[in-house]
């Protein structure tokens, strides 16, 4: 069906262009949860915003999409998002099960998969490094514990 598909194919770029608008933050170079009472970006991390990437919902055009992407690399190594356990949910340290140092098995996911789905060699190998990582530490934790916890602790 031709016209649904045109139909759906707009309602798609409308959505990437509307995710693009609201929550890419160009000076920070990541997509950042949006507060409408603050009528501002959150500044904060969390695995979740990398769910553009996840989702395929970067820019398009080659040359922004090249720069987006060229700024998430640039994000997660100026912020040492590096971890030996996997990616944190957060990096805040609120002593809640969502946050440090807490990493959720499907925010791993999508943080392995939506930096792998970029396609950028930089990315790639994150994405890969984290995987490693992540598959280590769940390991590790049935090693010692004969357990796998819903949530992995103190590993990252």
């Known amino acids: 069906d031709a016209s649904k598909a045109e139909y759906y194919t707009k309602k798609n770029e409308r959505r990437r262009l509307a995710i693009n608008n609201v929550l890419w933050n160009e000076e920070a170079g990541m997509w950042f949860d949006f507060s409408l009472t603050q009528n501002r970006s959150r500044k904060n991390f969390y695995v979740s915003n990398i769910f553009p990437l996840f989702a395929g919902c970067g820019h398009q055009d080659d040359n922004l999409s090249k720069h987006q992407l060229s700024a998430v ?17 957060s990096l805040h340290h609120t002593g809640q099960q969502w946050d440090f140092p807490n990493a959720w098995p499907p925010l791993q996911h999508v943080w392995i998969v939506g930096l792998a789905n970029a396609a950028t060699p930089s990315l790639t190998n994150i994405a890969f490094t984290n995987a490693q990582k992540w598959v280590r530490s769940v390991y590790l934790g049935w090693e010692r514990t004969r357990v796998i916890f819903e949530k992995n602790v103190k590993n990252c």
């Open 73 to 89: 690399t640039s994000y997660i190594k100026d912020n040492k998002l590096e971890f030996s356990g996997g990616i944190p949910t």
